[in-house]
């Protein structure tokens, strides 16, 4: 496990909460996401406001697989557009998408790499179906408060401080 690349994706996040979000591998500020299927349109009223004063200073939103991608340089990154005087980017997906490359760059088996990229049953099934084992997401209490504050930037990156320490501190397993 490369614990040093983890807690540099923690440390990213926690600059700037409202960068992270688990809910997508990466979302831009004008509402493209790019996950493992395609690029596509998404309602980001979960991430910003109308006025787009609650868009992070580079625009993206990304949970730990996509900023992991991003902050390794595995993702390119290229300007967007300009909201409220900050210049967006957007990032092309990384060739094999954005867990697996993650995974590779986090040396993560693929048991640990489930557990560590889907906080709870409910997002799972958005992402890969029923391939996901119920065991293989954040356990209690993790799962539970992450989702309660969902909607909360610094709460969601406090939880996920604790989180990957509890990864990290048991290899994984939990």
Known sequence: MNVELLRKVVEHVELEPRRFNMHEWYVDATGVVCGEIDVCNLDVSSFFDENGSDVPPCGVVGCI?????????????????IINGRKLFEYKMPIGGWA?????????????AERLF?????????????????????PEP????YFRNRYNPEERVKILRARVEHFIATNGAE
């Open 100 to 112: 697996k490359n993650a995974q590779k760059l986090l040396e993560l088996t693929d048991d640990q």
């Open 65 to 81: 697989a996509g900023t992991t991608c991003i902050i390794s340089g595995k993702a390119i990154g290229f300007p967007r557009g």
């Open 118 to 138: 889907y906080p709870g049953y409910w997002y799972a099934p958005l992402y890969i179906g029923s391939q996901l084992h119920s065991e293989n997401t954040w």
């Open 142 to 145: 993790f799962a539970g408060q």
